[in-house]
RNA sequence: GCGCUUGUAGCUCAGCUGGAUAGAGCAUCGGCCUUCUAAGCCGAGGGUCACAGGUUCGACUCCUGUCAAGCGCACCA
């Protein structure tokens, strides 16, 4: 039995138990046959209650009509005895507190031991197939902090979903095709001419960053003149900007028009193309270096190129969902709970990008995922009912669909507010950060918090070396413990591996007890962990478990001269450093040998 | 105006889906290195859980209302 978990097995156990205890309360009649109560056990907060608690007690006195700690001790006394249990208490307003035999937390270190990595690991995702599709940010430009945080998030759910055994895919949707990616195209072309010496105003909605300067400057290294028309030309007829009293959509609009017609469809596609690729890798080398990594990187221009968008439509309106009003396509959304109706192909033709989210979403569903996540910057919030609708108006279980929302990081330097646009080209990348506060630290920071809480990243604080960043203080456990060993070595000792297991009994002391208790909750915080989607409950409980291996570090001597306390205490700090590293490495952050 | 999210220590945040005396980290103050790394440990102070009602044995948690903050309400993506 490869994934056994004692946890599990011991909440099994007192189950049983209180099963048994319910069925002589009725069979003496105190409790009503119909009434089936729910056992629900839990992990004591406070060790002076002991391991597991029930409320049982106080959820039946009312049916029974008498005081909570009055049945509770008649709940105890109906309970058979059991080798695992060494006391049964009442406490507080009528809990009953289990108190587990030592022996039999003791096994917790030779589970850890026989497990090893897959310590924690467990199969109740087995056989669902679930896609997580997180950041997916506009190939416009680099990612910027608060992609990273969607990065984190994304990476660490699905990583956690597949540790409990679903299977998983991450996928990154491209959005290849649109208005935004026609901007970027004319916002490198106009770059790419004032390289060549035509003397061109850049437009205020264009993309301004300096990466935009790059990829023209390789163009026009490359390539020459090729692109090169004379600014009269670019320029001519085209609407004033805004600064200059005209409408900045109107005039960049006019821009892509005349860059088409000037280029040709061939030679503009090719500079689409060119800054897509380059930006695109850029991409998916940030993500990789940040420990991101995907199965799929899904074309949104794919769903135009194979008729999806046509499909997908298609089944709406075999559905009776589409209308045409004032020359456009509209979904009869509002139908299906959003709150108005929308466009799905424009007056010109064009479809919309909701129109490609309805055919992506059929894709997936095609694709057999049980669960579809979505990891969206809180932002897209109001777009959720429409994508719901789709669901729904293609046929599909609407409860297959969960979205997550992941608010945006408020930058700060210091005191002050650091302003981010794209656009303006004034932000600061994921790379930036990654460099400055290392990828560990960034991980770590970002998925502290939960997701949908606002988070303010102090840029100087993270960035300053003082370390104040929690992710050292669990690393430090970590390599404590490999310090340790190394000493154990230069002391000229060995490791008996089953002389420390036969002595796991002489584990005695409050701050040894308390470790080990922590270490076998560690198997019931992933399963909740993932199943919740919130990893910061994972490094909540690293940084609890830190904290009770530093405490147990101070207090006693590992390397003691009493070779089976010796062997033993080394057996609990090897499953201490197991655990932290098998929680470590699922989050994607390094577990140092020495800091 | 409508909708979503949030409001917990001076600051940044947890709080196991209704349980026991509301917890960490930072900051402040006081202790601990001839002993396995002091990036550590121990202790102290600090709270009307935004506010007001309600539901019940029991509410930070659920319901209603009020206030405050952020975001969203396109034939943009």
Redesign the pocket.
């Given at each position: 039995m490869l994934f056994f978990h004692p946890f599990k097995i011991m909440k099994q156990k007192l189950e049983t138990l209180l099963q048994h205890a319910i069925t002589c309360l009725k069979s003496e009649a105190i409790l009503d046959q119909e009434i089936a109560p729910q056992i629900?056990i839990?992990?004591?907060?406070?060790s002076?209650?002991?391991d597991f608690?029930t409320?049982l007690a106080?959820?039946l006195?009312?049916p029974v009509k008498t005081n909570?700690r009055q049945l509770a001790e008649k709940i105890i006394s109906l309970l058979p005895s059991d080798p695992a249990i060494a006391k049964v208490?009442i406490?507080?307003?009528?809990?009953?507190?289990f108190f587990i035999s030592p022996d039999s937390q003791f096994q917790i270190i030779e589970q850890i031991h026989t497990a090893g990595r897959n310590y924690g690991s467990s199969k109740i995702g087995a056989g669902e197939k679930v896609q997580v599709e997180f950041v997916s940010a506009?190939p416009?430009g680099p990612l910027h902090v608060g992609h990273g945080r969607g990065a984190a998030y994304g990476s660490a759910v699905a990583d956690l979903l597949q540790a409990v055994g679903f299977d998983v895919s991450k996928e990154y949707y491209v959005?290849d095709?649109?208005?935004?990616?026609d901007i970027l195209a004319v916002s490198i072309w106009l770059r790419y001419l004032e390289e060549c010496g035509e003397v061109v105003t850049f437009p205020c909605n264009g993309y301004r960053g300096e990466y935009i300067r790059d990829i023209a400057f390789n163009i026009h290294n490359n390539t020459g003149n090729e692109y090169r028309h004379p600014a009269e030309l670019v320029i001519e007829d085209i609407p004033a900007d805004e600064p200059h009293g005209g409408d900045k959509?109107l005039h960049i609009d006019a821009l892509i028009v005349r860059a088409k017609t000037l280029l040709g469809d061939s030679l503009y596609r090719d500079l689409f193309q060119a800054g897509l690729n380059v930006i695109l890798d850029d991409i998916k080398d940030d993500l990789e270096e940040f420990g991101v990594t995907y199965q799929e990187w899904f074309s949104?221009r794919s769903l135009m190129e194979d008729h999806s968008i046509k499909d997908a439509l298609q089944r709406l309106d075999d559905g009776g969902y589409l209308y045409k009003?004032?020359?456009?396509t509209w979904f009869a959304s509002s139908r299906l709970g959003d709150?108005?109706d929308?466009?799905v192909?424009?007056?010109?033709g064009?479809?919309?990008?909701?129109a490609?989210d309805i055919a992506y979403h059929m894709n997936k569903l095609d694709r057999g995922f049980d669960q579809i996540i979505n990891i969206w910057?809180?932002?897209?919030?109001?777009?959720?009912?429409r994508v719901r609708a789709a669901m729904l108006a293609l046929g599909a279980d609407e409860s297959k669909l969960k979205v997550l929302?992941v608010?945006?990081a408020?930058l700060y330097r210091g005191t002050e507010k650091v302003p981010m646009s794209t656009r303006s080209g004034e932000f600061v990348t994921l790379r930036q950060l990654r460099s400055e506060v290392g990828t560990d630290a960034a991980r770590f920071f970002y998925v502290?918090?939960?997701?949908?809480?606002?988070?303010?990243?102090?840029l100087k604080?993270a960035t300053s070396k003082?370390?104040?960043n929690?992710v050292?203080?669990v690393?430090?456990?970590h390599?404590?413990v490999?310090?340790?060993?190394?000493?154990?070595d230069e002391k000229g000792l060995n490791r008996n591996l089953n002389l420390g297991m036969k002595n796991l009994n002489k584990l005695n002391e409050s701050h040894e007890l308390a470790l080990i208790t922590i270490l076998s909750k560690y198997p019931?915080v992933l399963e909740?962990a993932a199943l919740?989607y919130?990893p910061?409950?994972l490094i909540?409980y690293l940084?609890?478990l830190?904290?009770s291996f530093?405490?147990?570090?101070?207090?006693?001597?590992?390397?003691?001269e009493n070779e089976a306390l010796r062997n033993a205490r080394l057996n609990l700090i090897c499953a201490t450093k197991q655990v932290l590293s098998n929680g470590l490495s699922l989050l994607n952050i390094n577990t140092?040998?020495?800091?």
């Open positions: 629900i839990e992990r004591t907060k406070d002076r209650h002991g608690a409320n106080l959820s006195a009312k909570p208490e406490a507080g307003p009528g809990f009953i507190n506009n416009t959005n095709a649109g208005r935004q990616m959509e949104e009003k004032e020359g456009a709150e108005k929308r466009v192909v424009r007056d010109n064009q479809s919309t990008y909701f490609s910057g809180a932002d897209h919030h109001g777009y959720i009912p929302l608010q945006f408020i502290m918090r939960k997701s949908e809480q606002h988070m303010d990243f102090d604080l003082t370390n104040e929690p050292f203080y690393q430090y456990a390599a404590r490999c310090s340790v060993l190394r000493q154990l019931e909740k919740q919130e910061h409950l909540n940084r609890e830190a904290t530093h405490t147990y570090y101070n207090a006693h001597q590992f390397l003691v140092p040998e020495s800091m």
